[in-house]
């Protein structure tokens, strides 16, 4: 059935550092892996998107990678700040459905 | 001018009540969701509907029963409530085009209910 498995559940960085966080697929129909990220108290908000045409996608400090073969998807944060910490959830939507199935989540906190 | 909205923000009742949540949406997007987060941050979907017909009902309990009255409202009622149901319910909403495409889903701020 459909599945995100996503790692590491809990990551610690300092200020300055880089973040990276994984998340693999099992449905192989999958065409749209958003990331979500939920400061806590807060909403779910989308901080970036990928479809499967395309392997990677920056936004400032932001990145996203897609292995459509071994069904991988990595969020990469550099140059992170306190106001990173929080809740990032990747997920995964198959052709044609919105129905997003989400990981288990990665609470990241960056240390000053 | 709140995107998605959602009352009440907290929600405490007892076991064996029964409870409504609303969520409004002035995006003028055509599809609504809703989802469950539980103690440990899993977010579930549990239903979705596309201009007032339901799309999505995941395996959950037929307590749980949401209704549409229009594209912009999608409310959720909860009979017999039980411990387990203690939860933040997210509703959220997108624009799916008629192929299905997935695009942002926006979420409200959720309703943390609590059942004693």
């Known amino acids: 059935g459909e599945n995100v498995e996503q790692h590491p559940s809990t990551l610690s960085v300092q200020e300055g550092d880089s973040a990276v966080i994984k998340c693999t697929y099992s449905d192989s129909a999958s065409n749209y892996f958003p990331w979500y990220k939920q400061e806590l108290g807060k909403r779910p908000q989308l901080i970036i998107d990928?479809?499967?045409?395309?392997g990677e996608k920056k936004d400032q400090r932001i990145a996203v990678t897609l292995n459509k073969t071994a069904k991988h998807f990595s969020l990469h944060i550099t140059e992170t700040q306190p106001e990173d910490s929080a809740v990032y959830f990747c997920a995964a939507s198959r052709r044609n459905t919105d129905k997003l199935i989400f990981g288990t989540g990665t609470r990241l906190q960056v240390f000053p | 001018d709140t995107a998605v909205s959602q009352t009440p923000k907290y929600l405490v009742t007892q076991m064996g009540n029964d409870k409504s949540i609303k969520c409004e949406q002035n995006l003028g997007h055509d599809t609504m969701y809703w989802y469950k987060q539980d103690s440990k941050k899993f977010l579930k979907i549990m239903f979705s509907?596309?201009?007032?017909?339901?799309?999505i009902n995941e395996t959950v309990p037929n307590r749980f029963s949401p209704k549409s009255p229009d594209k912009a409202h999608l409310n959720l009622h909860i009979n017999s409530l039980e411990l387990g149901d203690s939860a933040v319910y997210f509703c959220?909403?997108?624009?799916?085009?008629?192929?299905?495409?997935?695009?942002?889903?926006?979420f409200g701020p959720g309703t943390r209910l609590t059942v004693t």
């Open positions: 509907y596309n201009n007032k017909e339901l799309i």
């Open positions: 959220a909403s997108s624009q799916v085009l008629s192929t299905g495409k997935a695009y942002e889903q926006y």
């Open positions: 990928i479809r499967s045409n395309v």
